[in-house]
T-cell receptor, first 110, second 114 residues
Framework: KQEVTQIPAALSVPEGENLVLNCSFT??????LQWFRQDSGTGLTSLLL?????REQTSGRLNASLDKSSGRSTLYIAASQPGDSATYLC?????????FGTGTRLTIIP | GAGVSQSPSNKVTEKGKDVELRCDPI?????LYWYRQSLGQGLEFLIY????????KSGLPSDRFSAERTGGSVSTLTIQRTQQEDSAVYLC????????????FGAGTRLSVL
């Protein structure tokens, strides 16, 4: 059974700093890995999708990496802003479904 | 519509009553997923549809839970004889196909069982 772990569970950083969120998964037989953000009271918004054959994906200030063999992914956020405050979830796609981690609650301090 | 629509946004019910949660996916999306998020927990997979069929029902917690999808569009998740442990946010997502495409989520239905 696929298990996805995210560390840390919560993180607070001053505005402007760069930061890294970590995700690990137990079964490397994945089709892709997706990062989402979840804001209070709303659904999830897809940020980045990395196919299993890829090593990284970039979108604006966000960069996600994937090391499938070691079961790890990181989400790098550059020059953090207060609007980045949210819960970030990673999820791996395999066996026709996404399996989610429990998330990292990120707070950017102005 | 422009996004995935779920209704109602909030539902309060008494223990033992039945509830129906509705999901209207993005037009043209053939895959539809239901997840549950309990307080402080991660997202728990419940069921997914490819068209009108549900190849994987493995996540449904008990036989009180059922789901259907008609016309390859709207889906309904039904919980019979609700229990307090059913209280959670129920999230629906759709994607263009079931082959690992990006999932687009609705805002969810917050279910509270008293």
């Amino acid at each position: 059974k696929q298990e996805v772990t995210q560390i840390p569970a919560a993180l607070s950083v001053p505005e402007g700093e760069n930061l890294v969120l970590n995700c690990s998964f137990t079964d490397s037989a994945i089709y892709n890995l997706q990062w989402f953000r979840q804001d209070s009271g709303t659904g999830l918004t897809s940020l980045l999708l990395i196919q299993s054959s890829q090593r990284e994906q970039t979108s604006g200030r966000l960069n996600a990496s994937l090391d499938k063999s070691s079961g790890r992914s990181t989400l790098y956020i550059a020059a953090s802003q207060p609007g980045d405050s949210a819960t970030y979830l990673c999820a791996v796609f395999g066996n026709e479904k996404l399996t989610f981690g429990t998330g990292t609650r990120l707070t950017i301090i102005p | 519509g422009a996004g995935v629509s779920q209704s109602p946004s909030n539902k309060v019910t008494e223990k033992g009553k039945d509830v129906e949660l509705r999901c209207d996916p993005i037009s043209g999306h053939t895959a539809l997923y239901w997840y549950r998020q309990s307080l402080g927990q991660g997202l728990e997979f419940l069921i997914y549809f490819q068209g009108n069929s549900a190849p994987d029902k493995s996540g449904l917690p008990s036989d009180r839970f059922s789901a259907e999808r008609t016309g390859g569009s709207v889906s309904t998740l039904t919980i019979q004889r609700t229990q307090q442990e059913d209280s959670a946010v129920y999230l629906c997502a759709s994607s263009f196909s079931s082959g690992g495409q990006v999932l687009y989520f609705g805002a969810g239905t917050r279910l509270s069982v008293l």
